[in-house]
């Protein structure tokens, strides 16, 4: 990407002409044509880091003068960009560079939260935030009121003074993001047809606006589409018209030497480990909450607390998503980050986050499996106990937690009430080398998730559920498993060769917790032409590549082979190639 022109440019206090145009004018020349090339450039060339004299430049002769004629002294002061970052994953752990605090405040844009901007900054509460973050409304552009540090053609959306002080200011946001699919055999071999190609469009577009340093109003807008050959499964979260995505205020101030903060109206909610809850990442419509939140920050200690109901956005009007009551999420959460230490010769820290997180589903979201590959649908209440153990000790990183899920499930049109009782162990494990070997970071990542007996009418359910799309490629690019009833070992390598590209390998394996229970998918469960009696359900060796062309612009693509198991292709599953890709173009 070309670099920023700044200030510039005199001599002898007379204005110099480049081929008929002002100076000024092949500034702003050159800024535009900064745009084109850099969707094609890596961003990450030299720069001049200082003044250049004419004679590095060449020299330039007035209009109407020969080229002998004495050349004139003209400054050039260039300002080198941030660096490129590769877009921030969920999981804290592997991510494509180590960032610090205040590198991640610098770069990344987010509010200070101090020792809780560490990372990829989701220790803090509001999701991974990098140069242009998940999360838009988590964002601080305030630095920009420094018109010196404005080194980008779109800093001027980002921070908009509306009062001569610039105590009133609104930052603009935005995201466009086209993404396709392929799946030969989709759903392992149970839906059809085959050979599936989807292709969706969505726009993401908001508004921050800031009054004051206590009061802020965030707004975004979404709209989307999808199309296809064979393609299935277009629903309201694929097809939308103009809509609220996000509306809601915040007031914040300081209490009991905390920063604090009262969120109200539709948002999104990311303060929960990734593999449990998250953005619904794969449609094009994210997940979205109707409610209040209340934090509390302090220097190594934070509070959490929430009571949402799930947007209801199954409407094909604009302007019409309401509140589904039917869902409910509420809890709260306390991140606590340990002294820092000394581990091998390099520092360390690390957090431990204590969560509850409740929800309540209703009708077909709250069915359960039954006896003969029914669903059995009611009120499914779920209450999780759990605490998370994540950071990293020199060369290693590491993420551990566990969730017990109690409840209770009462089945449609009956008095029966069935008491829950299951379990989540999540685990992640690696080694970070140098930055001489291509910032390489190997490891293995484990998960548990208990599962019953289906063919259970009555006693203790034991299925463990996370229904609020996890990260989509937490467990499996694919989207085919979910987090029920099922075992995974994924050992996995990632390599970033250059700050804008990553490329990361992993080979999960598959496994069932119980073989009384079935198979389970993001939404309900297989339902397979035979009987799956075996355990193991198969392998999906995937590989990605994650590369940010420029600093708005990135394009990542994913693909992976579903090996199903022979006791699973001998009830009607079948293994199956897939492949997605997203262009992504973000401010």
């Given at each position: 990407m070309l670099p920023s022109l700044k200030s510039a440019v005199t001599l002898n206090d007379r204005p110099v002409r480049i081929g008929g145009r002002k100076v000024t004018d092949c500034q702003v020349l050159a800024m535009l044509l900064s745009l084109p090339t850099g969707l094609v450039t890596m961003g990450q060339g030299a720069y001049a880091a200082g003044p250049m004299p004419a004679s590095a430049a060449g020299t330039i002769a007035p209009v109407g003068q020969e080229s002998q004629s004495q050349p004139e002294n003209m400054v050039v002061h260039i300002t080198p960009r941030p660096p490129i970052q590769v877009y921030p994953h969920a999981n804290p752990v592997g991510q494509p560079l180590r960032m610090s605090g205040a590198e991640n405040r610098k770069n990344g844009h987010q509010y200070d939260w101090g020792v809780f901007n560490r990372g990829n900054g989701e220790a803090a509460g509001f999701g991974p935030v990098g140069r242009y973050g998940v999360a838009p409304w988590a964002e601080d552009w305030s630095n920009l009121r420094d018109r010196k540090k404005r080194n980008d053609p779109f800093d001027v959306l980002k921070y908009i003074p509306l009062t001569r002080s610039g105590n009133v200011w609104i930052s603009f946001s935005g995201e466009t993001r086209l993404r396709n699919w392929f799946e030969s055999r989709p759903q392992l071999g149970t839906q059809k047809p085959n050979d599936s190609g989807r292709f969706a469009v969505r726009n993401l577009y908001g508004a921050d606006l800031h009054i004051g340093s206590h009061l802020r109003f965030f707004g975004q807008l979404v709209n989307a589409d999808a199309a296809g050959w064979g393609g299935y499964g277009y629903g309201s979260t694929y097809r939308k018209r103009l809509d609220a995505q996000?509306?809601?205020?915040?007031?914040?101030w300081n209490m009991l030497g905390a920063k604090s903060g009262f969120m109200?109206?539709?948002?999104?909610?990311?303060?929960a480990p990734s593999y449990m809850l998250y953005n619904r990442e794969t449609p094009n419509v994210p997940l979205s909450w109707d409610g209040?939140?209340?934090y509390m920050v302090w220097k190594r200690i934070r509070i959490d607390g929430w009571d949402f109901v799930q947007t209801y956005d199954s409407e094909n009007k604009m302007f019409h998503d309401t509140e589904n009551y039917a869902t409910r999420l509420y809890g709260f959460n306390t991140t606590w980050a340990p002294p820092d230490f000394t581990f091998m010769g390099q520092k360390g820290y690390s957090f431990v986050d204590a969560f509850y997180i409740g929800y309540k589903l209703n009708g077909s979201a709250g069915a359960i499996a039954g006896p003969n590959n029914t669903s059995v649908t009611g009120s499914n209440t779920r209450n999780n106990f759990g605490m998370r153990w994540h950071g990293l000790a020199g060369p290693i990183e590491f993420s551990v937690g566990g969730i017990w899920q109690g409840g209770v499930f009462r089945q449609s049109g009956t008095t029966q009430a069935r008491n829950v009782s299951a379990y989540a162990i999540n685990s992640s494990l690696g080694y970070r080398f140098s930055d001489k070997t291509l910032n390489t970071f190997a490891g293995i990542q484990t998960d548990v998730y208990s599962g019953g007996n289906s063919n259970d009418r009555s006693g203790t359910i034991g299925t463990y559920i996370s229904p609020f799309n996890p990260q989509t490629n937490y467990l499996d690019t694919t989207t085919y498993m979910t987090g029920s009833n099922l075992?995974?070992?994924?050992?996995?390598?990632?390599?970033?060769?250059?700050?804008?590209?990553?490329?990361?390998?992993k080979y999960p394996l598959f496994w069932r917790d119980s073989v009384n229970d079935p198979v389970y998918r993001s939404s309900g469960f297989y339902k397979f032409a035979g009987n799956f009696r075996g355990k193991f359900i198969g392998m999906a060796?995937?590989?990605?590549?994650a590369w940010q062309i420029n600093t708005h612009v990135s394009w990542t693509q994913y693909v992976s082979r579903f090996m199903t198991s022979r006791s699973l292709n001998e009830a009607g599953g079948s293994s199956g190639t897939y492949y997605q890709s997203n262009f992504v173009f973000r401010f």
């Open positions: 996000q509306a809601f205020a915040e007031v914040r109200f109206g539709r948002q999104q909610f990311l303060d209040f939140r209340a075992i995974s070992f994924a050992p996995l390598i990632r390599i970033t060769p250059f700050k804008s590209v990553s490329i990361q390998i060796p995937q590989a990605s590549v």
